[in-house]
């Protein structure tokens, strides 16, 4: 198991306050988690591609975020996008090479669930998946049922 922890982020920035980190590029760390992700609130750019994250219930804290990069990580739950719908931000997402990304209606999903993003791996999101009536990504999924 390897932690992101408050050091590795100073060191790579150099910068000696978390709230002043804007820009962070942790390519290829092993990194399995990143609970450290909440003390970033001014977090603009992520990339955390080539680890083994699992889940993006981190990044739910980031409000600023606008671009996430996540290629080649271990995220295999679709549902997994929904820690993300919160942040109003987020332009571009990059989940490419994850296990979630083989399922058939992948995209789809990402852009109901994210109808902020532009961009999703290396396509435009347009207007084709946005606007759903029914819970985001819920019948793309095919189990879509009345929440109680």
Known sequence: MVQLTEQIIK???????????KNLNLWGQDLDDCAV??????????S???????????????????ELYLRKNDVKDLHEIQHLAGL?????LWL???PCA????????????????????????????QGAATPPG???????????
């Open 138 to 148: 819920s019948e793309v999924l095919g189990c879509w049922a009345p929440r109680t």
């Open 37 to 46: 992700l909440a003390k970033l609130p001014n977090l603009e750019v992520l």
């Open 48 to 66: 955390l591609s080539v680890n083994r994250l699992a889940s993006l219930k981190d990044f739910r804290h980031c409000a600023k975020l606008q």
């Open 88 to 92: 109003q931000h987020l332009r571009v």
């Open 102 to 129: 083989d399922h058939p209606n992948y995209k789809q999903f990402v852009a109901r669930t994210l109808p902020q993003l532009h961009k999703l791996d290396n396509d435009d999101i347009g207007s084709m998946y």
């Open 96 to 98: 490419s090479d994850n």
């Open 11 to 21: 060191g790579k920035t150099k910068l000696d306050k978390l709230e002043e980190v």
